[in-house]
């Protein structure tokens, strides 16, 4: 199994350009999360989905946009980068609804807007 | 509100001696926390969890204790490795609305001098 894949591994943006950051998992989890992870801080969770066709809001959706049409794919999108999107974004899941909700993390996506 | 904040973050342990990460949280209605692990580049990683009707629990070499009248949760690593340099994440799960909600603290970057 390959557990949660994103791409790309790292991208510079320019001002203004928007950009999908891809999410996929192979391990028929129905739960998925995108988090950002600034420097020197924690997670904060942008958009999570539990199952296709719906998602719902985190505690930091705004600049961002995302869809769930089938269990593997959880693209996150942004339509207008702002330098305030510097981060490294994490995108997880899990098939726990009930007990731990631990989270398989994919290795991160570096975006770098200027 | 609810939160989970680390006490230090950033913790130098010689090779060899044991380690203690601690966490605080603020949510009484946590049903699970769960500590990760994440190394330099890549996503965090599951260490260990903890139910909230328990107040310890091991794992190899680690331990994590919680102490719900103070609302605090440390995680012991016992003979601390190079390969422990890691920042280390708590994260508590609480049930709202029917989805289980994953908060995570600051993190605390543990180094181990060789």
């Known amino acids: 199994n390959a557990g949660v894949t994103q791409t790309p591994k790292f991208r510079i943006l320019k001002i203004g350009q928007s950009m999908t950051l891809q999410c996929t998992q192979d391990?028929?989890?129905?739960?998925m999360y995108w988090y950002r992870q600034d420097p020197g801080m924690g997670l904060k969770l942008i958009y999570y989905?539990?199952?296709?066709?719906?998602?719902d809001k985190g505690e930091v959706p705004n600049g961002y946009n995302v869809s769930r049409s089938t269990t593997e794919d959880f693209p996150l999108r942004l339509e207008l980068a702002a330098p305030s999107q510097t981060s490294v974004y994490f995108c997880?899941?899990?098939?726990?609804?009930?007990?731990?909700?631990?989270?398989?993390f994919g290795a991160g996506s570096r975006l770098t807007v200027l | 509100g609810e939160s989970v904040g680390l006490h230090l973050p950033t913790l130098s342990v010689q090779e060899g001696d044991n380690s203690i990460i601690n966490c605080a949280y603020s949510?009484?209605?946590?049903?699970?926390f769960i500590w990760y692990k994440q190394e330099s580049g890549k996503g965090p990683q599951f260490i260990i969890d903890?139910?909230?009707?328990?107040d310890k629990r091991q794992g190899q070499r680690v331990t994590v204790l919680l102490n719900k009248t103070v609302k605090h949760l440390s995680l012991q690593i016992a003979a601390t490795q190079p390969g422990d340099s890691a920042v280390y994440f708590c994260?508590?799960?609480?049930?709202?609305?029917?989805?289980?909600?994953?908060?995570f603290g600051t993190g605390t970057k543990l180094q181990v001098i060789p």
């Open positions: 903890i139910r909230s009707n328990m």
């Open positions: 994260a508590e799960t609480s049930t709202k609305g029917g989805y289980q909600k994953v908060t």
């Open positions: 949510n009484s209605a946590s049903d699970y």
């Open positions: 391990m028929n989890h129905n739960y």
């Open positions: 989905s539990v199952g296709a066709g719906i998602t």
């Open positions: 997880a899941s899990t098939f726990t609804v009930t007990g731990a909700n631990v989270l398989t």
